[in-house]
C-alpha cells in the first residue's frame, strides 16, 4: 500500500510541476495587465504540436524542434497583445477576457485545421526504461519535467528580482500609473509578459507530450488547471502558485487513485470553488503581496 501511495504522490507532483508553469503564465499576465488569459492553454498545445511538426514533417532533430517550437510559440504570443490587446487597452476587463477566450478558439481551429484531429506523442527525452524508486516507478521523462521546472522557476525568480525589466514588470504589477510616471515603458513590460507567458506555456506542452500525447484541443483542460492552480497561488508568480500546481496535482492522483478516475477533472474544480469561496486571495498569504 505504501508503494502505492508513493507512486501516487510522484506521478501527482508530476502534474503538478506542469500546472505550476501554467499558471505562472496566468499570473504573469493577469498582474501585468489585470486580465485573465484564458488563451494560455493554447500556448501549452502549439508547445506539443509545433515540435511534433517539426520533427515528422520537417524532420529536425529533437533539440532544434523544440527551440523552434518555443520561437514561434512566443512570437504568437507578442503578435495576440499587438494585434488583440494592445488596441483594446482601454476596454473593460470583461471584454478583455472575452477576447482571450475568442482568441483561444481562434488558435484552436487553426490548429485542427494544419495539424488534424489526431493524437501525436513526441519521442522520450532520454529514453522510456522505468526508474524503480522506493518500490514506485518513474520515466526519465518524468525527472525531466521536474528538472526543467525547477530550472524555469529559478530563473524566473532571478529576472524578476535581479534583473532592470524584471524589477520594471514587479512595478507594473503593484501600480502601472506610477511606474509610468517613473519613466518605466508600460507597454512593452505587457508585450514581455505575454512573450514570457507563450514561452513557459509552450515549454510545459513540450516536456509533458511524451508523457500525455498532444492533439489540437489538449489545451482547454490543461488551461483550466493551470488557472486553478494560479488562483490557489492567490495569482502570484512565486513560489505560490508552483506549491499550488503541485497541491493541485497530487490531490487529482490520489482522488484517482484511490477514488476513481472518473472525478479526476471534478476533483480540479472543486477545489477551485472551494478556494473562491473561503480564501478567494488564496490559500498563502504571501500570494496577497507578492505579485509578478
Keep these: 500500500m505504501s508503494q502505492q501511495l508513493l507512486q501516487y504522490l510522484l506521478s501527482g507532483l508530476s502534474t503538478g510541476a506542469i500546472y505550476s508553469l501554467i499558471g505562472i ?3 504573469i499576465i493577469y498582474n501585468s495587465t489585470g486580465i ?8 501549452f498545445m502549439l508547445g506539443g504540436m509545433m515540435t511534433y511538426y517539426f520533427l515528422s514533417v520537417a524532420k529536425l532533430s529533437l533539440p532544434v524542434a523544440i527551440l523552434l517550437a518555443i520561437l514561434l510559440t512566443t512570437v504568437v504570443g507578442v503578435l495576440f497583445e499587438r494585434l488583440a490587446i494592445r488596441p483594446l487597452r482601454n476596454a473593460s476587463p470583461l471584454i478583455l477576457v472575452i477576447i482571450t477566450i475568442g482568441a483561444s478558439i481562434l488558435i ?3 490548429a485542427m485545421l494544419i495539424w488534424g484531429k489526431d493524437t501525436h506523442a513526441l519521442p522520450m527525452f532520454s529514453g522510456s526504461k522505468p526508474i524503480v524508486i522506493g518500490g514506485a516507478t518513474l520515466l526519465p521523462q518524468h525527472l525531466w519535467i521536474f528538472g526543467i521546472t525547477l530550472f524555469i522557476i529559478i530563473v524566473n525568480r532571478f529576472f524578476f528580482y535581479h534583473t532592470v525589466n524584471g524589477k520594471a514588470m514587479r512595478a507594473c504589477s503593484h501600480n502601472r500609473r506610477a511606474a509610468s510616471l517613473v519613466g518605466i515603458d508600460v507597454k512593452r513590460m505587457v508585450l514581455f509578459a505575454f512573450a514570457i507567458s507563450s514561452a513557459m506555456g509552450s515549454v510545459a506542452g513540450i516536456i ?3 508523457l500525455t500525447m498532444t492533439s489540437y484541443d489538449v489545451g482547454i483542460m490543461l488551461g483550466l488547471k493551470g488557472f486553478c492552480a494560479a488562483i490557489i497561488g492567490g495569482m502570484s508568480s512565486g513560489i505560490a502558485t508552483v506549491f499550488g500546481g503541485l497541491l493541485l496535482g497530487v490531490l487529482e492522483a490520489f482522488g484517482a487513485g484511490l477514488i ?3 472525478y479526476k477533472d471534478a476533483i480540479a474544480f472543486i477545489i477551485l470553488l472551494l478556494i473562491l469561496f473561503i480564501r478567494p486571495h488564496g490559500l498563502f498569504k504571501k500570494a496577497e503581496t507578492e505579485r509578478v
Excluded: V
Aim: glycine residues 20%; neutral net charge.
Design 25 to 27: 503564465g496566468f499570473a
Design 208 to 210: 509533458s507530450a511524451p
Design 36 to 43: 485573465i488569459n484564458f488563451a494560455q492553454g493554447e500556448f
Design 260 to 262: 476513481s478516475s472518473g
Design 108 to 110: 484552436r481551429g487553426i
